[in-house]
């Protein structure tokens, strides 16, 4: 009796350990899936073309820069000078330069999306003064010698009786600046370097191979736009970029914010990097049960097959020990000093033992498969398969726990009632 109840005994506690390993594993914080989805982010955003932006910035400001564009035109008409509608028109935009270049920290990119951002256009004042500022510039094209054309009239006089001049293209300048995307953009620290004055080009052709033009500076006015977050409202609007924004709290790049100290100053490349490393760690590796190392993308179906041979080998063991018809009154007073919590006759100490040998193993297969498991993966479906039979298995040991407790409870044969009276006993 002794060897069989100390052969169940050491088996519940390897199955308690073995049940606590991979119930430690399962109570692990899974992050593979967080880096994975920071991954898909750092996709996205490759995806993510800032030239685009002053592209957006130049449609909000349509209105404003047709205005421009059609005073200036009147005034060139004014002054008797061709105008087509294929007139090239550039007007700068006041904005900062997004971060450009095969290298963008992600650092770079948030703080320029979510910065407040001064842009706007500058409004010509006035078409007379761009009229008189042009008239006078035709005056002097018209004093200087030019050879094989006729000279241009001092005043501006009909086309059909001076070389006609057609306007190809008018250039606002705003000092140094830069295009991108086919956008002029100039730097807003011009707003305190030329506030009130533009410089505009007039392209005019005339037949010659070295098309003339005209140069003067106008009056002009910055015009503002209401919203300092054009940038934040771009990347919203971008079809890749709007889902780098969480749309409840406007946090960009979400995914990845739970690494951003790790990745912030980081490039796409070295970011990806990082976090493939990562996933490789955590999916990687080894759990060791009963001393032998399992991998950890199998242990889905390792912990629940270990359980289930142990769970197995306990129930065979207990079987045979109540296969007895009956026990002798040493083999009842062996059973019930032996100290094993599953011979302690008090009701804890039940519920205790049904918790250990059923309920631990498992609640363990199970809650490793909800927190770590992927339907769609092989692993998980063994798994899930095993963890069935495991529970079928537990199903068997309560039963033959609860006759095993009841026949030491009764103290007589199993199935047989125990009568109070002493002399009927006999």
């Known amino acids: 009796m002794n060897e069989q109840l100390k052969a169940l005994k050491s088996l519940q506690q390897l199955i308690c350990l073995v049940a ?9 914080t899974d992050r593979s899936k967080d880096y994975r989805a920071a991954l898909d982010e750092l996709e996205v955003f490759r995806k993510v073309d800032l030239k685009n932006y002053p592209v957006y910035v130049k449609r909000q400001f349509a209105s404003q820069e047709e205005t421009n564009r059609a005073l200036l035109l009147k005034a060139a008409k004014q002054a008797h000078l061709t105008v087509r509608s294929s007139t090239v028109f550039s007007e700068p935009f006041i904005m900062d330069s997004p971060p450009l270049g095969a290298y963008i920290r992600l650092r770079d990119f948030e703080n320029f999306i979510t910065n407040q951002h001064q842009v706007g256009i500058y409004l010509v004042n006035d078409e007379h003064e761009v009229l008189a500022r042009l008239t006078e510039q035709l005056r002097e094209k018209a004093q200087q010698p030019v050879s094989s054309i006729p000279p241009i009239a001092t005043t501006p006089i009909p086309p059909s009786q001076s070389v006609p001049l057609t306007v190809t293209g008018i250039y606002a300048n705003l000092g140094s600046g830069m295009s991108i995307n086919d956008v002029p953009i100039a730097d807003p620290v011009v707003l305190h370097n ?7 080009q007039f392209l005019l052709f005339n037949g010659l191979p070295m098309p003339p033009s005209v140069n003067f500076s106008v009056g002009c006015t910055f015009q503002p736009s209401g919203n300092l977050h054009l940038a934040l409202d771009w990347l919203k609007s971008d079809e890749n970029g709007k889902s780098l924004v969480d749309p409840k709290s406007g946090v960009v790049f979400p995914k990845l914010k739970p690494f951003w100290e790790r990745i912030a100053d980081m490039g796409t490349e070295n970011a990806t990097l990082f976090l493939q490393e990562r996933i490789e760690a955590t999916t990687h590796g080894s759990l060791s049960l009963l001393g032998v190392s399992v991998d950890r993308d199998l242990i889905l179906l390792a912990g629940p097959a270990v359980l289930s041979g142990l769970l197995l080998f306990f129930l065979l063991h207990l079987r045979h020990l109540n296969s007895s018809a009956s026990w002798d009154d040493s083999d009842l007073r062996s059973g019930k000093e032996y100290p094993w919590i599953a011979c302690f ?15 631990l193993p498992i609640g363990a297969s199970l809650l ?21 039979f495991l529970t079928v298995i537990g199903g068997f040991v309560a039963y033959n726990i609860h006759r095993f407790r009841a026949h030491l409870g009764h103290g007589g044969a199993f199935g047989e009632t125990p009568t109070s009276d002493p002399v009927n006993a006999k």
């Open 20 to 28: 606590a390993a991979v119930l430690a594993f399962a109570v692990t």
């Open 345 to 359: 006759r008090d009701g804890i100490s039940g519920a205790v033992t049904y918790g250990c040998l059923i309920g």
């Open 194 to 200: 030329s506030p009130n004055v533009e410089s505009l």
């Open 368 to 388: 490793l498969l909800f927190k770590h498991g992927e339907p769609a993966e092989s692993t998980t479906q063994w798994g899930a398969s095993i963890t069935l």
